[in-house]
């Protein structure tokens, strides 16, 4: 029975090798996970003493400056346009840097998160549209207010927040 069906697998890669390149991408995107990427940002000041969170609607929790890419950005772009639209702080993609980790693969809803750090000094204007993010402030790290829990999951895998200690939610 296994030669059977190694003959016939065979068969199939071989036809599926034929076909034109446009046929075969269509194909492996039909049957394929996909996953969304986004990115997020890590500002912390250059003590770093203070981590800066949003609230966003509902207002449930505080969270991190994120957003998905658009077309023919990086993610490292991608982070930087995303700070400065959620807070207006206008920071170099030089500044940007790629976090250890730099991926957080999410299997559950199919994102990747690419996640960046930098440091800005607080104390200048941030400022909020009000729609999108309802408030924007730099925190302590030792008294850091509720954030979502995907939030607080992201960043444990740095050290930080309320998970920190517990390894377990990283697997969640």
């Not at 071989?14 to 995107?29: D, E, Q, S």
């Not at 990427?37 to 203070?50: K, N």
């Not at 920071?91 to 930098?118: C, K, L, S, Y």
């Amino acid at each position: 029975m296994t030669d059977m069906r190694g003959r016939v697998r065979g068969l199939a890669y071989r036809t599926f090798y034929r076909l034109p390149g446009r046929w075969k991408r269509r194909i492996v995107r039909t049957f394929q996970p996909t996953y969304t990427i986004g990115a997020v940002a890590i500002v912390r000041d250059p003590a770093r003493t203070q981590l800066l969170l949003l609230r966003q609607p509902p207002g449930a929790g505080w969270s991190l400056p994120a957003g998905l890419m658009d077309r023919g950005e990086t993610p490292r772009e991608t982070a930087v346009r995303e700070l400065r639209e959620e807070t207006g702080l206008e920071v170099a993609v030089e500044q940007m840097r790629p976090a250890t980790p730099n991926a957080i693969v999410h299997t559950v809803g199919q994102w990747v998160d690419m996640v960046f750090e930098t440091e800005v000094e607080p104390g200048g204007e941030l400022v909020v549209d009000g729609g999108e993010i309802l408030e924007a402030a730099w925190h302590r790290l030792d008294n850091l207010p509720p954030m979502t829990v995907s939030t607080s999951r992201l960043l444990a895998h740095y050290g930080i927040g309320p998970y920190k200690d517990y390894p377990e939610v990283l697997e969640a």
